[in-house]
T-cell receptor, first 113, second 113 residues
Framework: NAGVTQTPKFQVLKTGQSMTLQCAQD?????MYWYRQDPGMGLRLIYY???????DKGEVPNGYNVSRLNKREFSLRLESAAPSQTSVYFC????????????FGSGTQLSVL | TQLLEQSPQFLSIQEGENLTVYCNSS?????LQWYRQEPGEGPVLLVT?????EVKKLKRLTFQFGDARKDSSLHITAAQPGDTGLYLC?????????????FGKGTLLTVNP
C-alpha cells in the first residue's frame, strides 16, 4: 500500500542547477498536484493535472515545469534553481475531479544554495 | 488577501487540556476539509464538512461548519501528545473539469506531556 511516492526525500542544489522531482501514485487516481510548503506560508499550489494529458498552473508556477508522464506519474522540474525555491515539496493525488480528499506523499526537502 | 485565515498560528498546551482552533473566511464554501500534518510527513485528511451547522466527531476531535458556511472550528478534548501537529483547513474550487484545493496557513499545535 505505497500510495503516493516521492523521490528524492532530500536534495541540495547550487543556484542555477536543474533537477526533476519524481512522483508516482498506485491508486489509479485521475488528478495529481504539486505543492510547496514554506514556513508561515502554508501549502501553495504550483501545478496540477486534472487528468492524464492535461496540466494547469496553480498559485506559484514561475520557475517550474511539470510533466504528466502517464496516469501514475507527475514530475516537477526546476530548470535553473534559485534560493527562493528552497522549500518542502509535496505531491498529492485524488481519485477524480470534484470535492474530495487529497492523498499526499511524504515530501521532498530541497535546499538551493 | 488570504482566502482562509487560521487562528491561532501557534498553540502550546499541556496534556489533558481542551483547545479550539479556527478557520475563517469572507467567502461561502460548499464544503471544507481539515487535515493534520505530522513532522516529516504530508497532510492527512481528518474530515470533510458539507452542510451549514454540521458537527462531526472523530474520537476526541469535534469539527463544526458555520451556519453560513464561511467558517469552521476544530475542538480537541483532553489533548494528548499524539495530537501534536499542524492542523490545516482547506477548500476546493472547480473550474470546468479542473479541481484544486486551497489551504490555510495552519495552526501548529504542541501538546506537552
Amino acid at each position: 500500500n505505497a500510495g503516493v511516492t516521492q523521490t528524492p526525500k532530500f536534495q541540495v542544489l547550487k543556484t542555477g542547477q536543474s533537477m526533476t522531482l519524481q512522483c508516482a501514485q498506485d491508486m489509479n487516481h485521475n488528478s495529481m498536484y504539486w505543492y510547496r510548503q514554506d514556513p508561515g506560508m502554508g501549502l501553495r499550489l504550483i501545478y496540477y493535472s486534472a487528468s492524464e494529458g492535461t496540466t494547469d498552473k496553480g498559485e506559484v508556477p514561475n520557475g517550474y515545469n511539470v510533466s504528466r508522464l502517464n496516469k501514475r506519474e507527475f514530475s516537477l522540474r526546476l530548470e535553473s534553481a534559485a534560493p527562493s525555491q528552497t522549500s518542502v515539496y509535496f505531491c498529492a493525488s485524488s481519485p477524480r475531479t470534484g470535492n474530495e480528499k487529497l492523498f499526499f506523499g511524504s515530501g521532498t526537502q530541497l535546499s538551493v544554495l | 488577501t488570504q482566502l482562509l485565515e487560521q487562528s491561532p498560528q501557534f498553540l502550546s498546551i499541556q496534556e489533558g487540556e481542551n483547545l479550539t482552533v479556527y478557520c475563517n473566511s469572507s467567502s461561502v464554501f460548499s464544503s471544507l476539509q481539515w487535515y493534520r500534518q505530522e513532522p516529516g510527513e504530508g497532510p492527512v485528511l481528518l474530515v470533510t464538512v458539507v452542510t451549514g451547522g454540521e458537527v462531526k466527531k472523530l474520537k476526541r476531535l469535534t469539527f463544526q461548519f458555520g451556519d453560513a458556511r464561511k467558517d469552521s472550528s476544530l475542538h480537541i478534548t483532553a489533548a494528548q501528545p499524539g495530537d501534536t501537529g499542524l492542523y490545516l483547513c482547506a477548500v476546493g474550487s472547480s473550474g470546468g473539469s479542473n479541481y484544486k484545493l486551497t489551504f490555510g496557513k495552519g495552526t501548529l499545535l504542541t501538546v506537552n506531556p
